[in-house]
Structure formats: structure tokens, C-alpha cells
């Protein structure tokens, strides 16, 4: 029996394998249970913060959603240009405020190790949604949770991360939740692009199978999911370096149909051009299915963290 | 029996009378209900999305009041700087998203037909809160239940509508439910901002009765609904063309005193200087009963596309 | 008996001293009552407007958390950036409007006065949550509340009140509720920033003890509670001023254990440097716990007012 009473959510490597399949049981539960009715009752009178430093559709929406369909209460913001920031207050200073109102916070904010500080703060859980070039460990575990539907096992997978290796916090968080099964993983990024040192020196100490290369078409060939990203703007200090790489990748439906038409496609999205539009209706597009498993995982993580379900 | 059940809510024109009759009468019967409770719980546990890419006060807070009104919840935002619309993401892609998160979709959007757009992609109904200067159909609905509400009946009304009937939504989609009611249509408009003649042309092809004229003092005297609008500046490419517009009519209530004491006064809402603020008292003055009713009249639309209700 | 139901919480000087003790008991009991269950039931269906036309953390998010931890909803918004009045809107407007959907309104708005012009027109109760430069009655109330909790009881306290008096309305509000009290009050600032005129006069009116001074040294030895406040960048008209003045007084954990290591140190929040961040560590530092009494302490006031609770 796993126990994640009280825990905070901050990291990808934080969770075991029996926790990590125990949060993939209940996200399915809930999905079972929301089948035949719009709301659970699990979490009724409970309130998250979700406060939202940065600019976010589907986290901040996905994690509210999850609060609704559990019963719970939202309080928060989405830009830090309506509080108190503007007049000079800390993060921790807000954290330790908002910890005072609510019974969880979920959070997003541009500077990396920011939801660890939170977390050493607060009281209520912290749930990381996204800490700058850092982690986003709730994507990490809807993305496992989404090979896991979409294939019916994660053990086996020949796993294609393509993009922004560099700066993706989804593609470092996800190595880290893939590490516990027998996965192949396959890095496609240009070279100013690619997965830091730190974690390829980390993937070789688990003993985690790894390459790494430039050229989509090969890796696309082989691959039982392809995770495509997005080439970030908001993370390049110079706007030429941008442009030069912005299209490095373009997935299109005749590459997927001609290459690979078995293949599970996924994305953290938003998406600007990295995946054509006329891949969506392939049956293996699950990158919006994928985003409402995010609510899912994310009502599991709220209701296990609260201690409603063991 | 009419059947809105999963339908969306777009264009002033889709509804038969009947189904305006009915949704008016659901309106009624909420307001009754409301009499003595705070709240109904047709929609508990359900969840709206209020997707406001322009500003609004009464479009955006009504949603949500009706929704929370029958029991419901909302996520969205209020403009779209704090989504990621901001990293380059598609309408398209924003909608799909959160399309796999809610039952109910309200939006407004600058752009002419995005609600469209969003309802063909979207299996959650999609109610157009107003594209850009296309429809506001909620908006023609509540000014409709509100002529009902003040009169007793619409049938043999005179309805004098005031102001920019050249880009205002409001009035092109109040044209498509007052052909269904044998009333009798006045437009008064400065010459640059005359109704579209695409839609005098389908009123003519109707054989609904109007007339046209740039004097609101004469029409004023006929009317028994006289319907303001506000001269929008954000329709406006050029701003010394709005300036020379702006203040085209200003209803005084020396006017209404001395023209037509019972005349019903509407107005969509907000005024600038349109209406002077002492016309406020008179027991005519209707406009903020109407902004009240659209409550009650999205109340309806949400029950009745839930199938909450028949 | 006090009797709060449909009242409007405009002013610090609005409350007798037996309405000022019922508010502090009833938010005893809802602190109480939350300690096994993480909601009430008071004001379920009810709905609250939550109108902020400038910046806020704590008082919004509080009044909304108060809100939701009695089983109630909220609308609003928290920059007027996203409304009608960048349509050019009245205040009046916008809350004749917002009266047409609402149980309750909280609001803050720059301009001095405001919130009464709102409770002018609304029928709903209007909870002002600073009006400028002017007052914050339930910052005031929590204040109150929180040296009531931190010492037992508020009769034979010596308060020091010190910052920003000139432009401080959570000073202002809150000598209007010390009045009630046997205290005595220590108004420490620098020149430029002294309690205004009219303030002191009034007291003196009312034969209430208290002095003025720039020392906060000796101020801090004789102190049961130290009330720190911000000197308020968005007050000043000069930056030069502002500059000058924003260290005036700067209270560190030295101070305290050496001057006075009993005293119960308040503040408002936001902080910029007023308090070193050492000093939040000490028993006596009790702000962040009275931001959570603003909690119970607005919980009280919606019950109250909603005649909920007598």
C-alpha cells in the first residue's frame, strides 16, 4: 500500500513504481466513475489555490477542472500582475499567505526550483505545475498515463522524445517516471537542442537504454510513441536562435502514414507548427485525449495527496 | 416539445418560435424559483467554460451566475494574455483542449464566426457570448424575454433600435428573433452606420415590416420599446470617424418625458453617454432588469441543452 | 442582540463595541468549526462578487476562501483590464449591473469613497475592501481580531502603530475599531507621514489616549502589539519621496529580542522590508496567522450580514 497523504508533488524522480501504477489505478477509477456522472464527491469543501505566475491554458485549466469534478473549490489567479507581486512581495511571502487560505496549492512560476521552496513553506501540498526550464511532474505522469491507455502497457515501449531537449521541463520530468520500466528511449533534438549532460549521465547510472541523434525519419521509424515538443520562444534569450530552430521538426501525416502508421503521437501542447494539423484525425493522435487525461491524474494525485483514497 | 439537448447556441436566427417561447418560459419559471432559494441544482457537478478573449462584464458574470445559480461550476479566463494563446497557440487547438475538460463552452472572440469554428471541433454545445461583430444570440434572446417581460407580450410591439446598427451584434442578432413576432421594426441610425443591407434584404425577403430613418426624436414617438445601443469604439478603424459618431443620439429623460413617457427602455449594455443617467428612474428605464434577465435566460439555454430539462 | 443582516461594511467607524465583540465570537466559532470539517453550509447557493479594480492577494483570495468554506460561489474579476470599463463604464454602471446577479458584493477600487457610492446603489451588501487611500473595514476587523486572539483580550493593550499613517487605510480603519477599547495608541512615523490631522483631532474628541513620535526604538520597549505597515509605493505622487522614506523603519529579530521579546508584531501584508524575514520565526510574529483570521473574520461578516447567524 502506497501512502501520499500530505506529499507534495514537485518532481518527476520523486515517485516509486508502485505509486507511480497506484495513481495510474485511481486516474482510472475516476475516469470509470465519470462515465455515468459529471462530479465525485471525494474532495467536497475543499479548496486548491492555483496560482499561476505564467501564462497556462490546459495546466491551470486541467488542474481546476480536477478540483470541480471532485466536489472542491478553486481560489487563485492566473498572472502575477493582479497580486501582490506588483507591489514588491516575495514568493514566499505569498506562499505562506495563500498557505494560511486553502487546503492544497497548485502552482506554476517562471523560476526554476520555485515549488520546492514553496513546498518547504507551506503546510498545504504543493503541487509543482511547472517550475521554468525545471519540472512539470504532473505532465510526466499523465504523459506515462496516456502510453498506458493508449497501448495498454508502458514495459516494451520504444519511446520517442523530439524537440527541445534542452529546455523541455516535460520531456526532463518524463525520463525520470520512464526510468522505472523497460522502455527504449530514442532523443531527437538539434544539436543546441539537446537533453542536458545532467540527465544523460543519469540515464546511464540507472542503466536506462538511451540514444541519441538528429534525424527524426530514422527514430520516427522505430518508435511506438513519438512525443513531439514545442520549440519554446519563451525559454531563448536571443530571438535568432529561435528562428533558426523553430522548425527543426515538423511532423506531417504523410511522414506518420508513410513511416509509421502504428505509431502513438504525443504532445504536451500548445503546438505551434511541430505537428501538421490533418495528423490530428490519425487514430494514434492522442495528444488531446492525453490532455484530458491530465484531469484524471491530476483529480488521482488531489484526492491521494488529501488522503480520501490509499 | 422542442429539443435543444446538445444543441449549440450560435446565431440569433437558428431558433423557431416555439423554441424561443419555450426557452422564455424555463426563464420564467427559474426567476419563480429563485423567488425563494439562492440557488437550483439542475446542473450540479456539471462545469462551464467561460473562454473571454475580449472584455466583458455582464456576458462573462451572467454565465457564470446561471451556471452557479443551477448548482454548476466554471473554469476559464477573462482575456486571453494569460493562456497560451500568448505561445503561438491556434483557436482551433484552445477549444479542443478544453473541450476535453468541460460540459458547456461559452466564448467570445474578436474574430467573425470563431464560435463557429469552435462548435464544429467542440462535442461540448458551444454558446456564442459574441464573434466579433457577427451574433450575440444570448443577448437577442434576453433583450427578447425582457420585451416579454415588460410588456406582457411582443406581438404587436413597435421597437425603435438606436445607435451603431452597422457593427452591432446585438441588433443583427435581435433582428432574427423579432421576425418571429408580428412587431414593427424601426432603425434609426446615422447614415454611416446604417443596418447592413444584407439584413434589410432578409427582412424584406421575410416581409418583416421596417423602416429606416436617422431622426430619433419622431421615432421615438411611435415606439413602445425603444433600444439603444452604444456607438462602439473598439469597431472603429479610424478614430476620428467615432468621434464625429459618438454622441450621434442621447437619450435625455426631457425626452422621454415630453415625447413618450411609457416607452420600454432598453440597452445591451455598457453605455457611454447614450443614455443620460437621470432616465434611470423612470419606471420604463429597463435595462438593468434586462442585464438580470440574462441570468435567467442563460439559466435556460444550460438546462435545456443539458437536457436537464424539455 | 446585534442585528448585521443586509448591512453594508463600509468603515472601520460603523460598528459599535457589542457588534465589534459578536463578529470576533462568531468567527471564533467558525474557526472552531473548521477544525473537523473542511466547509460549512451557511451559504450554500449564495453568491459573491468579487470586484477588484486594483491588485490584490490577501483580501481577494480571502473574501473568495470565506466564501467557499461557507458553501457558497464567487464571480468577479481582479483587474478591470478584462471588463466594461475599458469601454468606458461607470462605476455606478458596473454595479448596477453586478446587483442584478449577486448576493454580496466585496470590492476595491482606487478612488476614495467608492465603495459607498457602490452601497448607494446596490441592494445587495457591499463589503468595501479598500477604497484608496481611504478605509478597509475588514482588515480593521481582523486586526482586531487578531490581538484578541494573540492576547487573550484587546482592554489594557498599549498598540504601536508604525509606517505609513498618512496614506495607511488599515490604520485608519482600524483606530475607528481600537476607540471601542481601553488602549492605549502610539503613532510612530516620520514627519512627512503622520497620522493625518482630522484623524488625531477625532481622537482627541473622543478622549481616546495617544501620542506621536518618529522613535520607533523607544516606541517597540513599551509595546504589547507592534501594527508595521508598508510605506505604499503607489501612494506617492514624487518617486524621489517615496525613495527617501521607504526604509524610515525597518523592525529585525535583533530589535525585538533585545528591546521587547514578548511584543505581538502585526502587518498588513504585503511587506516589502519593514520586517526582516529572521524575525518571522519569533512566537510574537503573528502576521501570517492573521492573515488566516481574515478568513474566519470575513466568514463572520457574510453569515452576519446574510442573516444567517444573528
Given at each position: 500500500?502506497?501512502?501520499?497523504?500530505?506529499?507534495?508533488?514537485?518532481?518527476?524522480?520523486?515517485?516509486?513504481?508502485?505509486?507511480?501504477?497506484?495513481?495510474?489505478?485511481?486516474?482510472?477509477?475516476?475516469?470509470?466513475?465519470?462515465?455515468?456522472?459529471?462530479?465525485?464527491?471525494?474532495?467536497?469543501?475543499?479548496?486548491?489555490?492555483?496560482?499561476?505566475?505564467?501564462?497556462?491554458?490546459?495546466?491551470?485549466?486541467?488542474?481546476?477542472?480536477?478540483?470541480?469534478?471532485?466536489?472542491?473549490?478553486?481560489?487563485?489567479?492566473?498572472?502575477?500582475?493582479?497580486?501582490?507581486?506588483?507591489?514588491?512581495e516575495t514568493l514566499e511571502d505569498t506562499i505562506r499567505t495563500v498557505d494560511q487560505y486553502v487546503d492544497f496549492i497548485a502552482m506554476r512560476h517562471p523560476a526554476l526550483g520555485s515549488?520546492?521552496?514553496?513546498?518547504?513553506?507551506?503546510?498545504?501540498?504543493?503541487?509543482?505545475?511547472?517550475?521554468?526550464?525545471?519540472?512539470?511532474?504532473?505532465?510526466?505522469?499523465?504523459?506515462?498515463?496516456?502510453?498506458?491507455?493508449?497501448?495498454?502497457?508502458?514495459?516494451?515501449?520504444?519511446?520517442?522524445?523530439?524537440?527541445?531537449?534542452?529546455?523541455?521541463?516535460?520531456?526532463?520530468?518524463?525520463?525520470?517516471?520512464?526510468?522505472?520500466?523497460?522502455?527504449?528511449?530514442?532523443?531527437?533534438?538539434?544539436?543546441?537542442?539537446?537533453?542536458?549532460?545532467?540527465?544523460?549521465?543519469?540515464?546511464?547510472?540507472?542503466?536506462?537504454?538511451?540514444?541519441?541523434?538528429?534525424?527524426?525519419?530514422?527514430?520516427?521509424?522505430?518508435?511506438?510513441?513519438?512525443?513531439?515538443?514545442?520549440?519554446?520562444?519563451?525559454?531563448?534569450?536571443?530571438?535568432?536562435?529561435?528562428?533558426?530552430?523553430?522548425?527543426?521538426?515538423?511532423?506531417?501525416?504523410?511522414?506518420?502514414?508513410?513511416?509509421?502508421?502504428?505509431?502513438?503521437?504525443?504532445?504536451?501542447?500548445?503546438?505551434?507548427?511541430?505537428?501538421?494539423?490533418?495528423?490530428?484525425?490519425?487514430?494514434?493522435?492522442?495528444?488531446?485525449?492525453?490532455?484530458?487525461?491530465?484531469?484524471?491524474?491530476?483529480m488521482a494525485l488531489l484526492a491521494l495527496i488529501a488522503g480520501k483514497i490509499q
Amino acid at each position: 500500500m502506497i501512502n501520499l497523504q500530505g506529499k507534495d508533488i514537485l518532481h518527476g524522480a520523486q515517485f516509486s513504481r508502485e505509486e507511480l501504477e497506484r495513481i495510474m489505478d485511481v486516474a482510472d477509477m475516476f475516469r470509470n466513475q465519470l462515465e455515468t456522472r459529471p462530479s465525485l464527491d471525494y474532495l467536497h469543501g475543499y479548496i486548491l489555490a492555483a496560482l499561476f505566475f505564467e501564462p497556462s491554458t490546459r495546466t491551470r485549466l486541467s488542474f481546476e477542472t480536477a478540483m470541480h469534478r471532485l466536489g472542491g473549490s478553486v481560489v487563485g489567479f492566473s498572472s502575477a500582475e493582479s497580486t501582490s507581486v506588483t507591489k514588491g512581495e516575495t514568493l514566499e511571502d505569498t506562499i505562506r499567505t495563500v498557505d494560511q487560505y486553502v487546503d492544497f496549492i497548485a502552482m506554476r512560476h517562471p523560476a526554476l526550483g520555485s515549488a520546492s521552496r514553496a513546498a518547504e513553506i507551506a503546510k498545504a501540498p504543493v503541487l509543482n505545475g511547472g517550475d521554468g526550464a525545471g519540472q512539470h511532474p504532473t505532465q510526466a505522469l499523465l504523459d506515462l498515463y496516456t502510453v498506458r491507455s493508449e497501448r495498454g502497457q508502458i514495459d516494451g515501449t520504444t519511446l520517442v522524445l523530439c524537440g527541445d531537449l534542452k529546455n523541455g521541463r516535460t520531456v526532463h520530468s518524463g525520463v525520470e517516471v520512464y526510468k522505472h520500466y523497460q522502455v527504449r528511449l530514442v532523443f531527437v533534438a538539434p544539436e543546441q537542442l539537446r537533453m542536458p549532460a545532467v540527465i544523460t549521465a543519469r540515464l546511464k547510472s540507472l542503466g536506462i537504454q538511451f540514444e541519441e541523434t538528429d534525424d527524426l525519419t530514422n527514430a520516427l521509424k522505430k518508435a511506438d510513441v513519438l512525443y513531439m515538443t514545442r520549440i519554446q520562444k519563451e525559454r531563448f534569450t536571443k530571438a535568432e536562435d529561435y528562428e533558426r530552430l523553430k522548425d527543426s521538426y515538423i511532423l506531417t501525416r504523410q511522414m506518420v502514414e508513410n513511416l509509421n502508421p502504428k505509431v502513438v503521437t504525443l504532445h504536451p501542447l500548445p503546438r505551434v507548427n511541430e505537428i501538421a494539423t490533418d495528423v490530428d484525425t490519425l487514430p494514434g493522435a492522442a495528444y488531446f485525449r492525453q490532455a484530458r487525461n491530465g484531469v484524471y491524474i491530476r483529480m488521482a494525485l488531489l484526492a491521494l495527496i488529501a488522503g480520501k483514497i490509499q
